[in-house]
T-cell receptor, first 115, second 113 residues
C-alpha cells in the first residue's frame, strides 16, 4: 500500500509565477490536509478537504492560495503570484474516513523556493 | 480551541540515557493525542497515538507515552537513546469528533555519543 505521494519534491519559482503542488492520498483515504512548515517553526495547518469539498480553510491566506480535491485525481494546492515569503516546505497528509482512532499520514513534502 | 505546548525546543541527551520530551495539551473534550517524528528533509512519521484506550501507549522504535488527565500531559519517553533517534518530535492533539489536528512547535532531539 503506497503511502501519501507528493510531487514535485522540490519546486523553484520566480516571484510572480504560479506554484502547483500535488498530493495523492493513501489508498482508501478520503480526507486530505495541507500544512506549511517554515524553518525553525512547527507545522501550520492550512486547509482540510474531503472529495470535492473544503471542510476547513481557516489556515489559508486569504489571497493567492487555493486548494482543491476533485472527485478524480490528486489534491492540488495552488499558489498564485508567489512571493519570497512563500518559500517553505508544504506537507500533505491523509486520513481514513472513520473517526475512530484515526491518525494522519504524511507525505514527504514539497520544498518550494521562490527566487 | 485545542492546543499543545512542547516544553523545550531543543533537548540533548547522551547515547544510552533516558529520553523525555514533554507535551501538555489543552482541550475542552477528551482528546486524541499523537507523537510524530520528523527526520531532516522528510515528512512526519507517526510514532504513537492515544485514543482513549490504555493510558500508556507504546509506539515504534522503543518509544512510549503516558496520558495523564490530571496533569493534561502526554510526555514521550524512551529508556535508552540511540544515535538514530536524533530528529525533531512533534506532539499533536485532536478532537475525536473532528479530524483537524493541532501540532506543537516541535522539539529537536540531539543525541551525544
Amino acid at each position: 500500500n503506497a503511502g501519501v505521494m507528493q510531487n514535485p519534491r522540490h519546486l523553484v519559482r520566480r516571484r510572480g509565477q504560479e506554484a502547483r503542488l500535488r498530493c495523492s492520498p493513501m489508498k482508501g483515504h478520503s480526507h486530505v490536509y495541507w500544512y506549511r512548515q517554515l524553518p525553525e517553526e512547527g507545522l501550520k495547518f492550512m486547509v482540510y478537504l474531503q472529495k470535492e469539498n473544503i471542510i476547513d480553510e481557516s489556515g489559508m491566506p486569504k489571497e493567492r492560495f487555493s486548494a482543491e480535491f476533485p472527485k478524480e485525481g490528486p489534491s492540488i494546492l495552488r499558489i498564485q503570484q508567489v512571493v519570497r515569503g512563500d518559500s517553505a516546505a508544504y506537507f500533505c497528509a491523509s486520513s481514513p474516513p472513520s473517526g475512530q482512532g484515526f491518525a494522519q499520514f504524511f507525505g514527504p513534502g514539497t520544498r518550494l523556493t521562490v527566487l | 480551541a485545542q492546543s499543545v505546548t512542547q516544553l523545550g525546543s531543543h533537548v540533548s541527551v547522551s547515547e544510552g540515557a533516558l529520553v523525555l520530551l514533554r507535551c501538555n495539551y489543552s482541550s475542552s473534550v477528551p482528546p486524541y493525542l499523537f507523537w510524530y517524528v520528523q527526520y531532516p528533509n522528510q515528512g512526519l512519521q507517526l510514532l504513537l497515538k492515544y485514543t482513549s484506550a490504555a493510558t500508556l501507549v507504546k509506539g515504534i522504535n522503543g518509544f512510549e507515552a503516558e496520558f495523564k488527565k490530571s496533569e493534561t500531559s502526554f510526555h514521550l519517553t524512551k529508556p535508552s537513546a540511540h544515535m538514530s533517534d536524533a530528529a525533531e518530535y512533534f506532539c499533536a492533539v485532536s478532537d475525536p469528533g473532528y479530524q483537524k489536528v493541532t501540532f506543537g512547535t516541535g522539539t529537536k532531539l540531539q543525541v551525544i555519543p
